[in-house]
C-alpha cells in the first residue's frame, strides 16, 4: 500500500506551478490589484463621475479644489437636440452631456428667472452685478431659438417637438428637483476645473492598453525572430544576433522618442513605438531556450517522424520555452507603463484631451512646491503601485515556474 501511494500521479507541472503561485501571498496580492485596475479600465466611462468624453468636464470655478470638496451646481439644459449614446459608445467614448454645469455659491427665483452667483472659492463675490440670469425655460428645455420664448398662456416647441407651456411655478419646482444638484470630487479638482478622479480612472485604460498591446507586439516580434535564430543557426542566427545587438546597444527611450517622431504623436502611435522596441529580450530568452531544446531527443523524435520543421518549433519547442517568455512579459508590461507615463509626460506621448498618468503629472508637478501636491503625488502613486504590481507577478511567476525549486509542502 506504501509503495503504491508513493507511485501515484502527483499532478501536472501547471498544476504545481498554481499551488506554488497561490501560496505566494504577496504575487496574489499582486494580481488582486492588477484585477481590479483592469475592471476599472474596463468599464470605464460607466463608473466615472464624469462620463464626457476623456473625462474632460472643465470648470475653471472650482479649479484645483481639495479632496472631499462638495459643491451646488445648476444643470442648464444644452440648445442642441438629444444625441442617442447606447451602451457601448458611453463605454468606449463617454457620451456628451445634456447639460451645462454651473457651479454656484447661492441662488435666487425671480419672476420667470433664476439668478445664480458664480461659485467663488475665495468668497470674494459678493457683488450682485455677477450672477448670471437664465430663463426657466432656457434651463429646462432645449429650444430651437430661446430669443422667441414667452412664459404667457401661450407654448412653444422644443427641438424634440414637444410642448412648453408657461407655468413658472410648475418649472420652480423642476429646478428646484431635478436640475440643482450637490456635487462631490472625492479626490479634488485639478487645474482645470476637472474630476480628478474620473482622469485616474480613464488614465487606467491608457496604462493597460499600452502595456498589454506593447507586449502583444514584441511577444510576437521576439518569438518569431528568437525562433528563426534558434533552430535554424547559421548565418541566419548570425545576422537576427546582429540586428539585435544594434537594437539593444540603443537607449531604450531613445528609441521610443525616434519611433514617435516617426510615426507622429497619438493613442496607437505610443502603442507601436514601446512594443517594436521591446521584442529584444523576448527574442534573446526564446534564441538561448531553443538552442538547449533543439538537440532534445523529442525533437530528433519529431525530426523522425518527418514533422515539418514549422510544426516542430510551433507544436514541439514554443510549448516549452513559454515559462520564461511569460515571466519577462509582466516585467514588460510594468516597462511599457513606465515608457508611456515617461513619453507623455514629455509631451510626445498620448495627446490632450485624452487623460493619461504621464500627462497628469506633467500638467501639475509645479503644484507640489505649492498647496496642491496630490494633484501630481495621485498619478504617480498609482504608477508605482500598478508598476510594482506587474513586477511582483513576475518574480511570483519566476519562483512558481522554476522547475528546480522543491516541491509544493
Not at 481639495?66 to 468606449?92: D, H
Not at 412653444?156 to 414637444?162: A, R, Y
Not at 510544426?311 to 516597462?335: C, D, E, K, Q, W
Request: aromatic share 10%; hydrophobic share 50%.
Amino acid at each position: 500500500m506504501f509503495f503504491k501511494k508513493k507511485l501515484l500521479p502527483e499532478g501536472s507541472l501547471s498544476a504545481k506551478s498554481w499551488e506554488k503561485l497561490r501560496k505566494n501571498k504577496i504575487a496574489v496580492f499582486s494580481m488582486v490589484i492588477v484585477l481590479i485596475a483592469t475592471v476599472v479600465a474596463a468599464l470605464g466611462y460607466l463608473i466615472t463621475p464624469d462620463s464626457s468624453p476623456f473625462a474632460n468636464d472643465q470648470h475653471l470655478e472650482i479649479a484645483a479644489c481639495k479632496p472631499g470638496f462638495r459643491v451646488q451646481v445648476l444643470l442648464i439644459r444644452k440648445n442642441e437636440p438629444s444625441v442617442n449614446c447606447n451602451l457601448l459608445k458611453r463605454l468606449a467614448y463617454g457620451c456628451s452631456p445634456e447639460y451645462t454645469v454651473q457651479p454656484f455659491s447661492n441662488r435666487q427665483f425671480s419672476g420667470d428667472e433664476i439668478r445664480v452667483m458664480p461659485y467663488d472659492k475665495a468668497g470674494y463675490s459678493v457683488d450682485s452685478t455677477f450672477a448670471f440670469s437664465y430663463k426657466l425655460a432656457d434651463v429646462l428645455y432645449a429650444l430651437e431659438d430661446t430669443t422667441r420664448l414667452k412664459l404667457a398662456s401661450e407654448s412653444v416647441t422644443d427641438l424634440n417637438g414637444k410642448a412648453i407651456t408657461g407655468d413658472t411655478v410648475r418649472m420652480r419646482k423642476t429646478i428646484l428637483n431635478d436640475n440643482i444638484k450637490t456635487k462631490a470630487y472625492l479626490l479634488g479638482t485639478d487645474r482645470f476645473g476637472r474630476d480628478v478622479l474620473s482622469q485616474l480612472m480613464i488614465g487606467t485604460r491608457v496604462s493597460l492598453s499600452v502595456g498589454f498591446i506593447s507586449v502583444l507586439i514584441s511577444l510576437v516580434l521576439g518569438i518569431l525572430l528568437g525562433s528563426l535564430a534558434g533552430f535554424f543557426r547559421g548565418r541566419t542566427d548570425d545576422l537576427i544576433i546582429w540586428f539585435i545587438n544594434v537594437i539593444w546597444s540603443i537607449p531604450t527611450l531613445l528609441l521610443v522618442i525616434a519611433i514617435t517622431f516617426a510615426l507622429g504623436k497619438g493613442f496607437w502611435q505610443v502603442f507601436i513605438a514601446v512594443g517594436l522596441t521591446m521584442w529584444v529580450e523576448v527574442a534573446r530568452v526564446v534564441r538561448g531556450q531553443i538552442l538547449s531544446l533543439r538537440e532534445k531527443e523529442f525533437v530528433e523524435a519529431a525530426r523522425a517522424l518527418g514533422y515539418k520543421n514549422s510544426r516542430i518549433i510551433i507544436r514541439h519547442i514554443l510549448p516549452n520555452t513559454m515559462g520564461p517568455v511569460i515571466v519577462i512579459s509582466a516585467a514588460n508590461f510594468a516597462s511599457a507603463i513606465l515608457i508611456e507615463a515617461g513619453l507623455s509626460f514629455l509631451g510626445i506621448g498620448v495627446q490632450p484631451p485624452m487623460p493619461s498618468w504621464g500627462t497628469m503629472i506633467k500638467e501639475n508637478y509645479a503644484y507640489i512646491f505649492l498647496d496642491n501636491p496630490w494633484l501630481a503625488i495621485l498619478p504617480g502613486l498609482c504608477i508605482m503601485i500598478l508598476v510594482l504590481a506587474f513586477m511582483l507577478i513576475g518574480n511570483g511567476l519566476r519562483d512558481a515556474l522554476d522547475v528546480k525549486a522543491g516541491p509544493v509542502s
